[in-house]
């Protein structure tokens, strides 16, 4: 096939969608992005939402020849963007029977969100947006103090200024020791994460509100500009993955302490079974750890939650070993 070669090379970020790439491909050759992928043959339709308009979140598959194509016109190796863009070398069965001529698929991605434009800037001279895959544990710009938001969320904001929030890109920072403490103890960190912002949810949706609640309100308006005014209901579900990340960033070091699993030992009975109780140390000690004791029993009372299936799971491991280590 022929082969385009790229008058203005533009190079792939780390992790970014290939939706996002013909993006930025398109700006640099003056181009609405429509226009490059007319290039392309496509099998289905890029996806919107119901209301109308693009996904951020859409996402491309190419078949050997696309990648042919866009790699010529990025004047990128294609080993140097398999090595940047998660979906390139992703399969599909309605492209591997497309032979010869240039064949898009969209799909959705996820996790992704949007970058720091301000990186971008830095990397390649252009504040322009950027889609890339990035769990919820990896978030926060900590150079620009930016929570950077989903793609999916059909609203018009691509980030949250944490500039008045310290304590959220700390969080960020400490998350990576949580990581690697994870892997040491033969744990995964997304589910390690996963079970700590389920149960910061659930404090979420029983706290906030509540008068002795004054921590998340506070950021909660700081990420809003100052003040939410009569648009909270809003910024509580655009905000709020940022606003609890401190606490779940705690919640997630409790997980993996040895010695909160000891006081999980101890409430059930040390040996002689019992019902776990809601005021039992290891909930009081949980709610200490993110700076509101009063926390800790509305854990447990979360029945059937995953907090309570994570802490038989502790249970069950130390009657099976005889219990407590020596």
């Known amino acids: ?49 119901e209301g109308g308009g693009a996904r951020a979140d859409a996402e491309v598959l190419l078949n050997t020849a696309g990648r042919q194509l866009l790699a010529g016109m990025c004047g990128v190796e294609e080993d140097v963007l398999a090595r940047a863009l998660p979906s390139w070398a992703a399969e599909d069965a309605k492209l591997r029977a497309e032979a010869g001529e240039p064949v898009g698929l969209w799909r959705i991605a996820g996790p992704v969100g949007f970058g720091c434009r301000l990186c971008t800037a830095r990397r390649t001279g252009a504040a322009v947006r950027v889609v890339r895959y990035a769990p919820r544990w990896e978030r926060v710009c900590v150079r620009h ?29 400490r998350w990576a020791g949580v990581a690697r403490r994870a892997v040491r103890a033969g744990a995964e960190p997304e ?94 000690r949980l709610g200490e750890r993110v700076g509101r004791p009063w926390l800790g029993p509305l854990a447990a009372a979360d029945h059937g939650g995953p907090l309570l299936a994570w802490m038989g799971s502790v249970i069950r491991l130390r009657r099976g070993a005889g219990g407590p280590p020596g």
Request: hydrophobic letters at 45%; one cysteine or more; aromatic letters at 8%.
């Open 145 to 173: 103090g930016r929570w950077l938001l989903d793609a999916d969320a059909n609203q018009p904001l691509e980030h949250l200024d944490l500039r008045g929030l310290p304590e959220v890109v700390e969080a960020q920072r």
């Open 1 to 49: 096939m022929t082969r385009y070669p790229g008058l203005l090379r533009t190079a792939p970020l780390q992790g970014e969608t290939t939706s996002s790439l013909i993006c930025r491909l398109a700006l640099r050759y003056g181009m609405e992005a429509k226009g490059l992928r007319a290039c392309l043959k496509w099998r289905n339709y890029p996806p919107g939402h």
């Open 191 to 284: 589910r390690v994460f996963a079970l700590a912002r389920a149960v910061v949810a659930w404090w979420w949706e029983q706290a906030y509100g509540r008068e002795r609640e004054t921590v998340w309100p506070q950021r909660l308006h700081q990420v809003a500009g100052g003040d939410a005014g009569g648009d909270l209901e809003r910024w509580r579900i655009v905000g709020r993955e940022a606003v609890v990340f401190p606490e779940v960033v705690a919640v997630a070091e409790a997980l993996l302490d040895p010695a909160m699993a000891e006081l999980v030992w101890v409430d059930s009975g040390a040996g002689r079974p019992r019902a776990l109780p809601v005021d039992g140390m290891f909930c009081r």
